[in-house]
């Protein structure tokens, strides 16, 4: 997190704060007395978007970011941070993304980048952003793609209300992991017709008619990006569930 200063001089603006229009009939003392949203509250907001996302300064500089882009970018991520600016982890690429900045810096270009080759590579939109004051005069936005298809705790908790066995939960994880039902079943130590049962009963329960759909379903749902996600291994997709177990109160057998 940058210091709390930076932030409140650059970080609110027209596009992230607007301010609602002049009421043209008496709202009542309670609607009056709200005020505009404080950079605390934007940040909180923010941070629950499961899209990294930071805003740079004049030069490059990282003035903020949210909780999901601090992960991918401790993480083998293809951007990583030096001191306070952005880098790429490929020296090849370093040129490109600085062009893709200062293109939105100076000229409201918008563009989109894939970094870190064709296996493991993310896309990155640079957006440029209105001016915010006299000191931040080429405000731009970097949105990064996901690496899944959704966050863990939101897959935990849409097993739960589907009403999915601790068992079907972990193939559900794996299947949004892009795993096959061979990979699971390897990973598991099951047979194939054990995970293949389970699929059956995971589309029954939640009324999808492929896997596909079944994806495609969870891809569409809104985020859980809990306070425990940083307890969260991000790399083990298979090994998901302790963190958000304890924010689902579900009881993980022993032998799992």
Known sequence: MLD?????????????????????HYLGPERRSHGPV??????????????????????????????????DLAGPHPLKLVGRHLHTRDPQELALLRAAVDGAARRGL?????????????????????????????????MLGRRRVCEPL??????????????????LKGLCADLTPLQIAERQGVGMATVRTQIGSIRTKTGTGSIAALVRQL?????????????????????????ADRATGRRRPLDS
């Not at 709390?4 to 043209?24: E, G, I, S, Y």
């Not at 064709?118 to 000191?135: F, H, T, Y």
């Not at 939101?154 to 193939?171: C, D, I």
């Not at 996600?229 to 790399?235: G, I, R």
């Open 4 to 24: 709390q200063p930076d932030l409140q001089r650059h970080f609110v603006d027209a596009r992230w704060n607007p301010q609602p229009p002049a009421p043209t």
């Open 38 to 71: 404080e950079p605390r509250q934007l940040l909180q907001t923010i941070d629950e978007v499961d899209y990294g996302m930071l805003l740079l300064g004049d030069e490059g500089r990282v003035l903020q970011m949210n909780k999901v882009a601090r992960r």
């Open 110 to 142: 918008r563009q989109l980048l894939h970094l870190g080759g064709e296996s493991g590579g993310v896309g990155v939109a640079v957006v440029p952003l209105p001016q915010a004051d006299r000191e931040l005069r080429h405000p731009v936005l970097l």
């Open 154 to 171: 939101t897959v935990e908790w849409f097993a739960r209300s589907q009403g999915l066995t601790m068992a079907e939960t972990v193939v």
């Open 219 to 243: 891809a569409l749902l809104p985020p859980m990006v809990s306070a425990l996600q940083d307890l969260v291994d991000d790399l083990d997709p298979m090994g998901l569930g302790a963190a």
